[in-house]
């Protein structure tokens, strides 16, 4: 554990663990919303049109790798239990299989910027007592760069992450069908992205676009 800031990590723990929650709670219940909306009940049958986190958690992607990746490295990242979808039920199964995965992401972004709103209106009423103005400020940091990253990530185009949902429904049938053959290997694919350091190569340029916009609305400086 050497270099490791244990009492910066433990001081900034409460400021990530929130933002990190409604993140992956929202998001998957995006993708569930659209769901029923374009036809298929099964995530609302499943009990996981709910904002309450404790049904989405997955122990490893919630907890484990989020806390070890911002203990160890100073990124955040995570992800929740997936929500049930069954594509056949859908109205339109490739043109709404496009609209619930695209879902997640925009839902991630649209939170980035409620974070951001709030970062502005906190510093706009500078006159609250100081500690807990600091607080807030580094919440909606934590904030804005937790669902930036999870919605660029997701946007790659790598089957069963969304983006490869998104690829494969405006793909011709034929050559859907071979990016769905990649998907036993997806989570392969992405840890040897990030292994080799080619992952941030590939979110960065619009990973820092959003920062830039979402820190701009904020008034960080």
Not at 209 to 220: G, H, N, P, T
Request: glycine share 10%; net charge neutral.
């Amino acid at each position: 554990m050497q270099g490791v800031d244990i009492v910066g990590f433990l001081q900034q723990l409460p400021q990530f663990v929130i933002p990190i929650l409604f993140a992956i709670t929202v998001h998957e219940v995006a993708h569930g919303w659209v769901a029923k909306h374009c036809g298929d009940p099964t995530a609302a049958f499943a009990g996981r049109l709910t904002l309450n986190p404790l049904k989405h958690i997955d122990p490893v992607g919630t907890v484990i790798v989020p806390l070890a990746l911002i203990l160890f490295t100073g990124f955040a990242f995570g992800w929740a239990k997936p929500v049930p979808v069954a594509f056949n039920n859908l109205n339109k199964p490739r043109r709404d299989m496009i609209l619930v995965a695209v879902a997640g992401p925009i839902s991630n972004l649209a939170m980035a910027l409620g974070w951001a709103l709030l970062g502005s209106v906190t510093q706009a009423l500078g006159g609250f007592d100081a500690l807990v103005g600091q607080w807030v400020l580094g919440m909606c940091v934590w904030g804005i760069q937790i669902n930036v990253i999870l919605a660029v990530f997701n946007l790659l185009p790598i089957p069963p992450l969304d983006g490869g949902r998104v690829l494969a429904g405006l793909l011709p049938p034929r050559m859907a069908s071979v990016l769905d053959g990649i998907e036993p290997f997806g989570f392969m694919i992405v840890v040897l992205l990030m292994v080799t350091g080619t992952l941030w190569v590939l979110l960065d340029p619009l990973r820092f676009f959003f920062i830039d916009l979402f820190w701009a609305i904020a008034r960080f400086g």
